[in-house]
């Protein structure tokens, strides 16, 4: 997309309910909204894992540089905090060839060594983001989602990946659970609490790094050889701009034919009594990944409660009530034990869907930089994008994201696109009905 001046958006995101994860934390104090026009080095759209991550990276090279980042949203409730709280450190790929291994180690090098980054940050600040190198399991409970693992088991084999499979009594001994048929544990993965986690990483930013919060950019558009962005007290012109809003930045007229956003709804429970954490196996916090993408994300959190999520809506949020009943279906489906759990919390986020899985990076338009179409993979492949966005922008070398990760391919304009999205999820959950 090259354009010159980019569409106002007037519809910014307003969550139908509040953050589950966010709700468990103290109310963030002392947050500022943008009220005076800045005229910043660079501005920032986002202030999630991508935006944050290139502010701090632009510091590193820059550090006389003013940086302003803007976010919509306060730090915690917004998208960022709104996830599963999964941090891969492998990138994966179910069906790499032989051929791609070389690709997919580089891969891993570079998320490997994000991590490390997250990591250190996250050690320097007072809050406690419950951040531990748990592993993760993938299960299995019927044929689609077997053939799917063992594409998985196949991938970590070729890759030299460490990795554990677990039969039916295996699962149920660690877990609590007999509902999957196999699984596979892999050691490479942290399981955070992802409100906290964003609130940490955006502690104690340098003084050169300007936080807005509840300040939504609503139009940008381009002057001369600036960019000027509109937010509802302010404008904000500077020579070059990121934008890391993710899945809302079609709302900005950006990238709107390779990205669509995807709505997906979490659940967390009440703390579980003592005779309910007693079903639940030997571990105290566990993670499963779905091998099938409309299966089930569960968790086991270090304060007992349980999170589920699954269920995907296209474009705008669903009912709250019919997805809470559907989320604890399915969790009583898999531990029919705790049939008198409750969810304290339900709650929507989203996710920057590309057709096929690659992301939008890059300069989009002249000194318009963009990370986009995280696929929901965001927090460290986000942190990762972010700051090689800073280094693209101040001329450093970068590797070839689009070689390495793939690149964002086009989607049709609605309404085909959105046909298309319920005719192939449809499709998809009759296949794997068992997952679901």
Known sequence: M???????????????????????????????????????DVAIIGAGYTGIGAAKRWHEIAPNDEIAIIDASTIGEGNPGRNS?????????NDATSKDMERMSKCNKLISETMTRIIDSVAHSDIDCQIY?????????????????????????????????????KLKERIGTDFYQVGLFSPHCYLAQPAALIRALAQNLPDEIHLYENTPALEIKKDHSYWQIETPNASIKTKKVIIANNAFCG????????????YTYIGLTEVLDQNSQDMLGAENNWGILPTHRLGCTLRKTPDNRLMIRSLYDYGTEGNNTLIAEKLLHSLRLRFPGLKDVKFESVWGGTTGFTY???????????????????????????????????????????????????????MPPEPFRKIGFKLISMIERIRAKDET
């Open 85 to 93: 709280g999964f941090l891969l450190e492998i990138s994966l790929a």
């Open 133 to 169: 190198r748990t592993g993760t399991y993938r299960a299995a409970a019927g044929k689609v989602g077997i053939k799917a693992l063992k594409k998985y088991q196949n991938f970590l084999e070729k890759s030299e990946l460490e990795h554990e499979y677990l039969n039916k009594n």
């Open 2 to 40: 090259r354009r010159d001046a980019l569409t106002k958006n007037n519809n910014y995101i307003n969550y139908k309910n509040k953050n589950g994860w966010n709700s468990l934390l103290p109310v963030r104090q002392d947050t500022k909204e943008l009220m005076h026009d800045k005229t910043p």
């Open 356 to 410: 096929n899985g690659g992301p939008l990076w890059g300069e989009i338009n002249s000194n318009m930089y963009i990370s986009s179409g995280c696929n929901g993979g965001g927090i460290v492949k986000g942190t990762l994008f972010g700051g090689l966005l800073a280094d693209l922008a101040n001329n450093h070398s970068v590797p070839d994201i689009n070689k390495l990760f793939g690149m964002a391919s086009w």
């Open 251 to 262: 709302q900005l007229g950006i990238g709107k034919s390779y990205v669509s956003t995807i």
